[in-house]
């Protein structure tokens, strides 16, 4: 998490999940879908990012769509290390075909999802799952993002809140979501 992690410490400990607000002296305030839509350009309106879970196993999904599989893919896990994505994916062939244009398009998006608008606490992975709402690039341009990056958001901030109550310590570096809308 690059942001100030005493401000965001400061803002979970004021964060309510029952009402989504923060309570701060001056009174309540929260983040809203027109703020996301200012901070980042993405759309609020549209179809919910939503995942059907596939018949196809994801290192099959991982070779269709990305032209290639991590070495570590096994075993059923169904994640990628964004740092493999970003080393894989660094230089765009000359003369690529458009299909290799694609795979290092969906590769760059698929880094960009899982470090960006939806970390978790994983430190540097990204579910595959996310490749498939990808897939079509018509399709992925139809998603409601921002509506989806806030309630990811708003549910990561309840953990460490949760964590405080029961504990009286703070989770804030343990926080996923894009912090920045904080």
Not at 51 to 72: F, K, M, N, Y
């Amino acid at each position: 998490m690059n942001s100030d992690a005493s401000l965001i410490t400061a803002l979970v400990e004021r964060w309510r999940p029952e009402t989504s607000t923060f309570h701060l002296p001056c009174g309540e305030i929260t983040i809203k879908l027109e703020d996301v839509v200012t901070l980042s350009g993405l759309a609020i309106d549209g179809d919910a990012v939503v995942v059907d879970i596939p018949d196809e196993e994801w290192s099959a999904i991982c070779l269709r769509l990305l032209g290639r599989v991590p070495t570590d893919l096994e075993g059923g896990v169904a994640v990628v290390r964004i740092v493999w994505l970003r080393v894989e994916f660094s230089h765009l062939p000359e003369n690529a075909s458009q299909e290799v244009i694609e795979q290092f398009a969906r590769a760059y998006a698929l880094s960009l999802i899982g470090g960006v608008l939806f970390p978790d606490r994983s430190g540097g992975m990204v579910h595959i799952q996310y490749l498939l709402l990808i897939e079509d690039w018509r399709r992925a341009g139809r998603f409601a993002w921002g509506a989806a990056v806030l309630s990811y958001l708003y549910r990561e901030m309840g953990r460490p809140t949760l964590h405080i109550a029961h504990t009286g310590t703070s989770l804030s570096s343990d926080l996923g979501g894009w912090v920045t809308l904080l």
